[in-house]
Structures are given as C-alpha cells and as structure tokens.
C-alpha cells in the first residue's frame, strides 16, 4: 500500500483555542520592571495594547478561545498542511527507522506563519476602537503580516523596517505598501529614537532594536495609536499555538509521534508555537521530544547570551524583562535572515530553556543555505533564510541518527517560504554568502 505523505486537516477540526504556557512554566515567570526597577503591572502596559491582549499577556488559563471572527480568517489559509519529506528522506539517503516530517507556514497570505498573531491582534485592536497601529519589522515579514492584517480589520499601519532589510528586500516593502501600509527605513529621522542613533552612526544599518524603539515613540506619543509587536510577548507566542496543535493532530493522523521537535527562532514566537504544545503534551506524559530552538551565530541570544534582565528596545522605552540577552543596544551583523536578527528573545522561551526543558544550538547562514537548497531540490519549496536554520538541525538530527544506527523521528516547523529573498540565494549560488559570529556584530553605545 503506498504511503501517505500529506496529512490533511479539515478546517472544522482546526482547534478552537490557543495553549497558554504561562501555567505550565517550571518556574513563574519573573514581573517585568518598569523605569524605575520595580515591577509593574498589566495596566502600565495599556497605552500601547487593548485590554484584551493585556488579559492574555498575564492570563493563567491553559486555554485560551479564538474568537469566531479570527477563526473566520484563519480558515482563508488554516489548517496548514503537515508533509512527510520522503524525497529529502530519500535523497539523504535515510534507513526505514529515520523520518522527516515539517509543518508549512508559508502558505499564510504573508507567507509565514506570523499572520497568526497578526490577525487576532489587529482584531483585539479593532473591537477597541484602535484604526492606527504602529510596529517594526525586520525582514519585512512581520510588517507584511500586519499590513495585511490592517486591511482586513480596516486599521492603518505604520512600519518602521531594519534599513538593512529595507535595502536588500525592497519586495516585501512594495507588498506592504500594496497592502495599504506606511513604511519607513529605521533609523529614521521621523523619532528621537531613530536621530540618537543616526548622530553617533549615520550608516546604520539598524537593528530590531532600533525599530522598536521608533515604533513604540510613535505609538506613546499618538493618543489615538496603538503599537504591535510581532514576536516576544506572551500573547504573541499564544497565538502562534494553533500550529503545533495543529501539528499534533496531523502527527496523529501519520501515527507518528515525534522524537525532536525543531523550529528556528528570532524572538521566539514561531518556535513556540511548534513547541509549546509539544511540551505540554510531554508534561501530560504524552511524548518524549526533545524540543531544539535554532538561532543563527551572528545572533546567538539563548547559546551565549547572559540571562538577566534587559529592555527589549535600543532606547530602552519598552519595560524590562528576564530573558538571554546579548545587550539591548547589540546590532548582529547583516545576515540574510532579517528575522532572526533580535538581541534577546520570548520571556517564556528563555524561562523554559533555563530550566532545561528546551535545547538551543546556533548555527552559521552557509550552512543553513545548504540545507535550505538541498531541501528546495527536494521538496520543491523554497524555504526562507530564517527556516533554513531549522531545516539545518532537522538534517543533521536525521544523519546523527542514521550513522548512529537508531531510529528517529524529526518534526520541524518550516516558518516560510523565500520568494521575496532571492537576493539571498543570488549570493548563495555566487559562492559570496559568507559567515558571521557573534563578534562581527557592533554596539550602538560603544564606550
Ligand atoms: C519572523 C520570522 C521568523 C522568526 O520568528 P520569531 O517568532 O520572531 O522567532 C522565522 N521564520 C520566518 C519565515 C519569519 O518571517
């Protein structure tokens, strides 16, 4: 009998609420401090989100209900499909006992897999009376995201983007703009955030950082404006929930659990939302898999950051939360993949590695590249460059087990696709792309 390789999910056994962390974390999650060092709560937050994205940023229930009008959208491009990779397996040259299986967010109108947050957020928003939201992008995935996101819910959305990404993803600023956004390259002259730091280096090529701080200035000083992060924030990774329990299911229907569950991560919400039902599948006794988040060495938050606290924005205006940190004011040098480029990461992320309950390794962008086009010759889909550090590990989880004679069974979340970064595989295929670490990055406040 020929074995299957898609696993299709009907959209009416989509699930209906996304999984919250927050009660399962193996420690509380510490507060996080206001200007003054001292914690602060939920309402400090309230210029800048709606209410309800507050409630779930501090909410203990494990489940959270998606409101039918987010499940509406959801089900344009949700449930995403789950394959089984047999011609990569075939083409590794895999034994039996040694399979790959990914998750593929790059069929959202976005193509990753952040309008899963984008569109409960701009909804939250919306039911608020918010018509204005300002956000940062990197690559310009998250903005992409929103924009699409704004229109939808009829918001208007201001991105400020990563000049770096700006110059060398002018696509993904057009699909913005088509989808009616404003959007600035940051540093920009328009905030005191973007002109602090343009003083010191006028050829900055920015960082998240830098965005954020731009973002969020013009969202506090708007009254009628609200700000939007893409990533980091509880209710960002709850949102993205809906994935690995998507994925469970569909693990299912390939009566398949999975012995290593892989993701890449910038500031964590995309491998959270693989993982985070994972791991409480693990705590229900459910499944044994090891989850493995994957960052790039230019920017290795969890691998060799300092766990403490730290402002999640170059001008420090964001509060301070616990999480790996390579300095608020750190700025990676310009790999290609834009969304990785993020000095610290999710809370709840940096909680539960900490505790060991999640592995990270860093890895260098040729190699991911490799990975990336030898899955593109494969499977036919061209991955992002931020998917590629995930497809990196999931192969050389799959040789490791191969050449160790055992078998196993990899899970990986492809976040997108690459269509709009093929800059990045002109310099692959040029033999120009070359490696950075952690040292080539700078400091915005350099003694
Ligand atoms: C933004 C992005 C990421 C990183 O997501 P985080 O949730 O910030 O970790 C990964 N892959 C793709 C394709 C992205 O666009």
Not at 248 to 273: K, R, T, W, Y
Request: proline content about 7%; glycine content about 8%; some cysteine.
């Amino acid at each position: 009998m020929p074995e299957r390789t898609r696993f299709v999910l009907d959209e009416r056994d989509m699930p209906t609420a996304w999984y919250n962390v927050l009660p399962d974390l193996p420690t509380p999650l510490d507060p996080p401090l206001g200007p003054d060092g001292n914690p602060i709560g939920p309402e400090a937050l309230a210029p800048l989100f709606p209410m309800e994205l507050i409630k779930q940023e501090v909410s203990t229930d494990r489940y959270i209900d998606i409101p039918g009008a987010i499940i509406d959208v959801y089900k344009t491009y949700r449930p995403s499909p789950l394959q089984r990779a047999r011609q990569l397996e075939k083409n590794l040259g895999l034994p039996e006992g040694v399979k790959i299986f990914y998750k593929y967010e790059g069929v959202s109108p976005a193509g990753s897999h952040k309008p899963n947050t984008a569109i409960a957020q701009a909804y939250f928003n919306k039911q608020e009376g918010i018509n204005k939201i300002s956000t940062e992008t990197g690559a310009g995935q998250w903005g992409s995201a929103l924009a699409i996101a704004g229109a939808l819910f009829g918001i208007e959305i201001e991105v400020f983007m990563v000049k770096v990404s700006f110059n060398q993803k002018p696509y993904r600023r057009i699909l913005m703009e088509t989808y009616g956004a404003t959007v600035h390259a940051s540093p920009s002259n328009l905030t005191n955030a973007g002109r602090h730091v343009l003083e010191r280096d006028p050829d900055s090529t920015g960082s998240l950082g830098i965005a954020i701080s731009e973002a969020v200035e013009v969202a506090a000083t708007n009254e009628d404006m609200h700000y939007s992060l893409g990533s980091v924030l509880n209710h960002v990774c709850l949102h993205q929930t809906i994935v690995g329990q998507e994925a469970i299911l569909q693990m299912e229907m390939a009566e398949a659990e999975p012995d290593v569950v892989i993701g890449c991560v910038g500031g964590g919400s995309n491998f959270a939302g693989i993982s985070y039902p994972y791991y409480y599948r693990r705590k229900q006794g459910l499944s044994n898999a090891r989850l493995v988040a994957v960052e790039p060495k230019a920017c290795p938050t969890l691998t060799a950051g300092d766990y403490r606290y730290d402002w999640g924005d170059e001008a420090k205006m964001t509060p301070q939360m616990l999480m790996y940190t390579l300095g608020h004011d750190f700025v990676p040098a310009g790999i290609h993949a834009g969304g990785l480029r993020y000095h610290a990461d999710a809370p709840t992320l940096c909680n539960l590695v900490h505790n060991d309950e999640i592995e990270a390794v860093a890895v260098h962008q040729v190699a991911c590249f490799e990975a990336a086009v030898q899955f593109a010759r494969a499977e036919g889909i061209l991955p992002a460059p931020e998917s590629s550090h995930a497809i990196r590990v999931a192969i050389d989880e799959a040789l490791a087990a191969k050449d160790a004679g055992e078998d196993k069974t990899v899970l990986f979340n492809l976040s997108g696709h690459g269509h709009f970064d093929l800059s990045a595989y002109e310099a692959y295929n040029a033999g120009t792309l070359i490696d950075y670490d952690f040292a080539s990055g700078t400091h915005v406040e350099e003694d």
